[in-house]
């Protein structure tokens, strides 16, 4: 078939509306597939992971004066080293993958978007709340008796997180 040829049928298919049939069509494909990937409750978890992301970030730069030693994360100790003053750059970067991600698994399971935000949102506030006096371990003893440093709020974070999404998900895990 000529160029010619699918220019001509082009344009008796725009003469008969083709052209705003596809592009209405499509315009309301991508809205109803965003309306069915973001939800309400993927939305909160999103803002509760950002809010505790930021507060951690802060009050780790603010109680350590720039020490990175004095951060728990070995790979955040690393790239508050190698980054120096560019280290912010990092909040966008895991707010974008996180969600990002979030939205993937979201795709698979509602459950499991909800439980990968929400389980990154309560450890972060586990690591904003440990330069606080409401630090876990003054809280909750009997985890760090039970369990080394590292696991113990790993373990917090993980059952908060998927208790908070089985209670927005009304307990399914679809």
Known sequence: MSSATIHRMLKRLEMVGFKSFVRTTAVTSIKKSLHQRVSAPLLYSSGFFLLCMLLDMWATDIFSQGDFTMEGNAIAQWWWQMAGVFRFIEIPIWAVVAVGFALVANQLSRFLGLFWLNTLAFTHLVGFLSWTPYNLFVLIPLLAGVFPLQFAPALVSVLGGA??????????LV
Do not use: D, P
């Open 163 to 172: 208790l908070l999404a089985l209670i927005q998900t009304r307990g399914r």
